[in-house]
């Protein structure tokens, strides 16, 4: 079985501040990890994902996330908030083989607020 | 290039009532999932189907049908809507066998349908 906790529901960072979404799994076999973005009254985007190989994976509009397997977290940051990236950000495992069919888990959602 | 479209967009509906909410992809994508979100719960997965005329149950599947008669569309029936059915419903699509394996490959949301039971 497997599990996503996001710490935080809610996370406020002013613009051009460090933006840090924390994101721990829980799963019985190695995971596939991926960051949606939710905008307002829109559906989910693929922010970026990690399947195999480098632990730093990079995805759009400057955000990055780090596969640490002995903390089994994947956080995702970006140097440099900017307005545009007030949403709600989710995290989410998969994992390969069997009968996973790319089935996704979600995380709770953290939505983010970026004052000026 | 469409992706994937859900219809309706927006919906009302009476306890006991009934309505199908169809998803259609137009990227020959192999899967399709249905999912609800909820307030602080994320998405929870409802129904997927793995290919044309085949369904599987989700997290959540209880008083939920869907159907695959094609590969391109997906079909979420509510048969009596409960007012614990009200949520926002998103229809997510993956897998192109061209472009290698599956797990490589992200799933591709639809913008939801708002769905309101009373």
């Known amino acids: 079985a497997q599990s996503v906790t996001q710490l935080g529901s809610h996370v406020s960072v002013s613009e051009g501040a460090l933006v840090l979404l924390r994101c721990n799994y829980s799963?019985?076999?190695?995971?596939?990890l991926f960051w949606y973005v939710q905008y307002p009254n829109q559906g989910l985007q693929l922010l970026l994902k990690?399947?195999?190989?480098?632990?730093l994976v990079k995805g759009i509009n400057g955000f990055e996330a780090e596969f640490k397997k002995s903390e089994t977290s994947f956080h995702l940051t970006k140097p440099s908030a900017h307005m545009s990236d007030a949403a709600e950000y989710f995290c989410a495992v998969s994992y390969a083989g069997g009968t996973s069919y790319g089935k996704l888990t979600f995380g709770q959602g953290t939505i983010l607020t970026v004052h000026p | 290039n469409a992706g994937v479209t859900q219809t309706p967009k927006f919906r009302v509906l009476k306890t006991g009532q009934s309505m199908t909410l169809l998803c259609a992809q137009d990227m020959n994508h192999e899967y399709m999932y249905w999912y609800r979100q909820d307030p602080g719960m994320g998405l929870r997965l409802i129904h997927y189907?793995?290919?044309?005329?085949?369904?599987a149950k989700g997290e959540v599947p209880d008083g939920y049908n869907v159907s695959r008669l094609k590969k391109q569309n997906f079909l979420l029936g509510l048969e009596s809507a409960a007012p614990s059915q009200t949520s926002v419903y998103f229809c997510?699509?993956?897998?192109?066998?061209?472009?290698?394996?599956?797990?490589?490959?992200?799933?591709?949301f639809g913008d939801g349908t708002r769905l309101s039971i009373l």
């Open positions: 997510a699509s993956s897998y192109d066998r061209i472009a290698g394996p599956y797990s490589n490959q992200p799933q591709h």
């Open positions: 990690y399947t195999t190989g480098a632990t």
């Open positions: 189907s793995v290919g044309e005329g085949t369904t």
């Open positions: 799963s019985s076999v190695p995971p596939y």
